[in-house]
């Protein structure tokens, strides 16, 4: 179960290339999603989106967003898993940010589905990027 519960957190980032149907497929309609922020002066944001937004923002992006997971934790406990995963992000190419992914899936008669996704936005050395570099398809 802890592989197809890797599979389906990566189908949101290879949705983040252009496939925004794809989302529809790996993710409850009703999911939330969060970033989380430590802003220069200490403080903490949080914002939140939905599966539309995201979507939305995958159609009418433009540039292609690039997000790779990886060193992932992943915890299964009959119908729910949880995966921890470090990532970096690229837009068009360009490095936008690190942090950590924290994915909440559940079991349902279609498979493994997301019902929460949570992330931390930073920066190097706050956050680590991916040990292969620079993706090369971004």
């Known amino acids: 179960p802890w592989t197809v519960a890797k599979i389906s957190v990566q189908g949101i980032f290879d949705a983040l290339a252009g496939d925004a149907d794809q989302l529809s497929e790996i993710?409850?309609?009703d999911v939330i999603m969060r970033s989380?922020?430590?802003?220069?002066d200490g403080s903490v944001t949080s914002s939140t989106?939905?599966?539309?937004?995201?979507?939305?923002?995958?159609?009418?992006?433009g540039a292609i967003m690039v997000e790779r997971m990886f060193d992932s934790k992943v915890?299964?406990?009959?119908?729910i898993a949880?995966?921890?995963?470090?990532y970096d992000f690229y837009t068009g190419g360009e490095f936008?940010?690190?942090?950590?992914?924290v994915v909440t899936l559940t079991q349902t008669q279609k498979g493994w589905r997301i019902i929460s996704l949570d992330w931390t936005r930073q920066q190097p050395?706050?956050?680590?990027?991916h040990p292969d570099g620079p993706p090369t398809d971004s």
């Open 125 to 129: 050395p706050d956050c680590q990027l």
């Open 82 to 86: 949880t995966v921890w995963t470090p």
């Open 49 to 61: 989106s939905t599966v539309n937004g995201l979507r939305s923002r995958i159609v009418s992006g």
């Open 36 to 40: 989380n922020s430590v802003e220069e």
């Open 75 to 79: 915890m299964v406990s009959g119908p």
């Open 27 to 29: 993710m409850m309609p």
């Open 96 to 101: 936008s940010h690190c942090g950590i992914d």
